[in-house]
C-alpha cells in the first residue's frame, strides 16, 4: 500500500490530533480511521464521470505515535470501481498539503 506517513508523534500532539480529527471528519466504524473528503478539482476525469461513486476519500489512521494516510482513492459506496485508484500527482500532492495543512493549524513540528 502506498501510504504518507508521520511517525514519531508525541502523545500531546497525537491528543491534538485527534481531537481535530474527531472534529472535522467523519470517523470510521475502525477506530482510529477517517475519511478526508477529496476536493473535486483534484478528481481524475473517470472520478468525475462517476456520480454514483460520490464523493470520493482518503483514509488516515491515527495510531498513538503515527498518522497512516492511504494514497487511494476510495469511494464508501462501493467496495470496487475502475474508478477507485491510487492517487496521481495532482490528488497526492493536494492530499500531503492537506495532512500538512492540519500540522500547521495545530503547530505540531515534524
Not at 96 to 108: A, E, G, K, P, Q
Request: aromatic share 12%; glycine share 4%; with cysteine.
Amino acid at each position: 500500500m502506498k501510504q504518507y506517513v508521520i511517525d514519531e508523534l508525541r502523545f500531546e500532539d497525537f491528543k491534538k490530533i485527534k481531537t481535530y480529527l474527531d472534529d472535522k471528519f467523519t470517523a470510521s466504524i475502525l477506530d482510529g480511521i477517517y475519511w478526508i473528503p477529496i476536493e473535486k478539482r483534484v478528481l481524475t476525469d473517470a472520478q468525475s464521470g462517476h456520480l454514483g461513486c460520490h464523493p470520493f476519500f482518503f483514509a488516515m489512521r491515527l495510531e498513538q505515535n503515527s498518522l497512516s494516510c492511504e494514497l487511494l482513492v476510495r469511494t464508501r459506496n462501493r467496495i470496487r470501481c475502475e474508478c477507485m485508484d491510487y492517487a496521481n500527482g495532482d490528488q497526492r500532492n493536494w492530499f500531503i498539503r492537506r495532512v500538512d495543512s492540519i500540522f500547521d493549524t495545530l503547530n505540531i513540528k515534524t
